[in-house]
């Protein structure tokens, strides 16, 4: 099932959004029956409360959701997503610009509407669950088309993440791969085993070597104009932590290691979706971090595909190692901007929580087009920094790199200082996400999740200088 907006329909439900400062003023426009039943069930406008009022004959007459005040919904994303998840099954169209109701502005109303149609996400590869109940007309103003689009490349993020690695290996996530690929005429190459020594990616083929699916570089390409946009995502399926093993508890989420992946997958729907006109291409080295009689060992060397040794100091520091390759072919590439999504470090977890994705560049111009971005978006971003004096903490004694610095200090910076080295000269921004929702909140069930590239997408035009986008 796709998000979609319902058919415009005269049985739709009258849906009034309603703050909490209007509610009376509206109550005073309305039958005493209206009047009493809104006063019997509790309704205040708070934000996200619902209420059906019905008819005479016991029918949807009209329906109300709470837009409470302004600092109730500074503490919500999707402020009519929270009242949808309470409304019974049926269609709604949004009253726009009545008296005493909340006026969106055409920007809040497609945030609005975005995020109405993210919360009837469901995932039901291995469960039938019921769709959401509630639908919504798409209000006149809007750009229905592209809220589908969006909601339906967040999907598809969610979809692969949620998904468990006995279902989404290497093979898998090339899979879906090629299938985007296929629905918008994208060329795909792969290289895999040992074609990846051959291909000069050392680092993807010595992390996924001791798993029983081969590792793999997915590198696909769309457009033939424009500036060049490369998006590489860590794709490691699962992460044992290899040699250096986790402990089961830390284990339990390593299906969403490969939450880059999928957040590149998504952006890159995007784009295609909307004919951006930029020339995009997309790097997923692919890979399961695995214990075997071959895995890559602490103290090990390795040399890159740059030319850089790494020192390993820790085998589940492993995301930094298959990017750099990645990174390094998509320098060659003299692409005009290079980002990197990946699930890299707890340290940026423990820096801005789940639900912030922070993120790195040297270009000020380029924050600053993505955080404007992300506010329409509802894709909250946080930029951190490329402190440059913490180099020296990823420069080990015995080789130029150090995939995993002792003392625990600044993880999230060292990592992405990392990383930096490899994408060399070429204008480059990574974040740092965790793609996943721990509880469920409105818009966002519990699990698989999409993190910045709704505000990198809308960013791009600006980012680029896309005269046509």
Known sequence: MAPRFAAASSSAVPLFLIEQDQLQDWLDSQPASVQTWVATNGFTAACGQALVVPAANGSANLALAGYGNASQRARKRFVLAAAAEKLPAGSYRLQGNTQHTVALTPEQQQTECLGWLLGQYRFTRYKSGKPAAATLVAPDGIDAASVETLAASEWLTRDLINTPAADMGPAALEAAAQALASEFEASIGVTAGEDLLAANLPLIHTVGRAAEQAPRLIDMQWGSAGPKLTLVGKGVCFDTGGLNLKPGASMGLMKKDMGGAANVLGLARMIMAAKLPLQLRVLIPAVENAVAGNAFRPGDVLTSRKGLTVEINNTDAEGRLVLADALALAEEGDPDLVISMATLTGAARVAVGPDLAPFYTDHDADAAALATAAVPQADPVWRMPFHTPYETMIEPAIADLDNAPSGGFAGSITAALFLR??????????????????????????????????????ALPQMLDLKDA
């Open 421 to 458: 080295r490899f994408a060399g000269e070429t204008r480059y921004m990574h974040f740092d996400i965790y793609g996943w929702m721990p509880s469920a909140a409105p818009g966002r069930p519990k699990g698989g999740i999409g993190q910045g590239g709704r505000a990198v997408f809308a």
